[in-house]
């Protein structure tokens, strides 16, 4: 049996060990990983301080690049210890609101705004999808969003999904981007699981009712002294619209009707149906299972957004393939010692939501430009961190 992973908390150059209870989390549906390291006695070296930057190693292998949050040293008679804890570099994102003069944004690629306001912040940005290459045709910041809120706004309709990488970088992906050489059996290499099925928010009939502008017009006013006066063309109004989505596996009726939050085609519509039962069957399964070490088969350690075979009768799987959600790697020196955290469900869980902005595909590989509009109100992004 092979020995044990040593994890190894680096501050200042300084690598840090000998801890007795430490947890680290990563997921896909979270742009912050966290981590948690205790010890009975205070770590050889220079005091570890709030705000220091920090890395994570498993062995020779990054696994999160961070800050430390909290310091808690503690003693009484009969013992004395210490926790220190952090997040990733990205959770200045979700603390934080940007503090920029403009807050609109019109004609630029999800990729470029994610990179400008990142760089506020010295974070990068990792392009892992094409669906981050589509053009924002308008929207802003709202004064009280912080900077992961309104990123993830636009993600939601570009079907981007936001994490963190162990670098500390913000990463633009979607689900199930890799397979993992490793297969989940029950009575091998799971220790223990639990499972929750839970089909209280699934529906055998997604309606979106809602309206959409067709043709086009100019509208007119009566101004001050009498006269008319021509407004920009309008939009004539479609009502009555609708787009369905059915849920074969829901055995009653049990319809679930939305109305559309602005104006959407058609096929948005349907787009958006489709999604609503695809989640909520995605949702409707939870899955968590304790592997005995930190790595898959290929040695490799596990992260979240892999594609896994699960085989565990007890939980009605008989080689389904879920998506790796959530892992947390974990040491617990009194009990289960070296074990991963595995949070698992399928992928049609884990797609964003048909956001509310209007976007469009770029028409070069160049994307939108980085060049403010004339007359547009739109923002010149290299004042707030650049455009590659």
Request: charged content about 25%; some cysteine; hydrophobic content about 35%.
């Amino acid at each position: 049996m092979s020995e044990p992973d040593r994890v190894f908390l680096y501050v200042n150059d300084i690598a840090y060990s000998g801890w007795t209870d430490i947890s680290i989390t990563r997921g896909i549906d979270r742009c912050v990983s966290s981590f948690h390291f205790s010890a009975t006695e205070r770590p050889d070296g220079p005091y570890v301080r709030p705000f220091d930057l920090c890395e994570i190693y498993v062995e020779d292998d990054k696994y999160l690049t961070g800050y430390v949050e909290s310091v808690t040293p503690h003693f009484d008679k009969g013992a004395h210890s210490i926790r220190i804890s952090g997040h990733s570099r990205t959770k200045d994102l979700t603390d934080c609101n940007p503090d920029i003069q403009s807050g609109q944004f019109s004609g630029f690629t999800f990729a470029q705004i994610a990179r400008a306001i990142c760089g506020l912040f010295k974070i990068d940005v990792v392009i892992e999808t094409d669906n981050a290459n589509q053009v924002v045709q308008n929207t802003n910041l709202e004064r009280s969003e912080s900077g992961f809120k309104f990123l993830e706004r636009l993600a939601n309709l570009s079907g981007v999904l936001l994490t963190d990488d162990e670098e500390g970088r913000l990463v633009l992906t979607v689900a199930g981007d890799t397979r993992s050489p490793s297969r989940l059996v029950q009575g091998d290499n799971i220790l223990s699981g639990n499972a929750a099925y839970n089909v209280e928010k699934r529906f055998s009939n997604y309606i979106i009712k809602g309206q959409s502008g067709i043709g086009c017009g100019a509208a007119f006013n009566l101004d001050g002294d009498g006269g008319v006066s021509e407004e920009p063309p309008v939009g004539e109004i479609q009502t009555a619209m609708r787009a369905e989505a059915i849920d074969p596996d829901v055995p009653r009726y049990r319809p679930h009707v939305t109305l559309a939050e602005s104006q959407l085609t058609p096929a948005q519509m349907q787009e958006r149906v489709n999604w609503q039962r695809q989640y909520a069957y995605g949702q409707s399964i939870k899955i968590s299972v304790r592997t005995p070490n930190f790595r898959q088969s290929d040695g490799k350690l596990w992260r979240p957004n892999i594609l896994v075979p699960l085989d565990a009768p007890w939980f009605f799987a008989d080689d389904a393939e879920l998506l790796v959600a959530q892992v947390t790697l974990t040491l617990d020196a009194n009990s289960s010692g070296h074990v991963a955290d595995l949070m698992l469900g399928p992928i049609e869980g884990y797609m964003p939501d048909p956001g509310k902005v209007k976007v469009k595909k770029a028409k070069h590989s160049g994307g939108g430009g980085g060049k403010k509009k004339s007359g547009g109100g739109g923002m010149d992004l290299s004042g707030i961190g650049g455009i590659p």
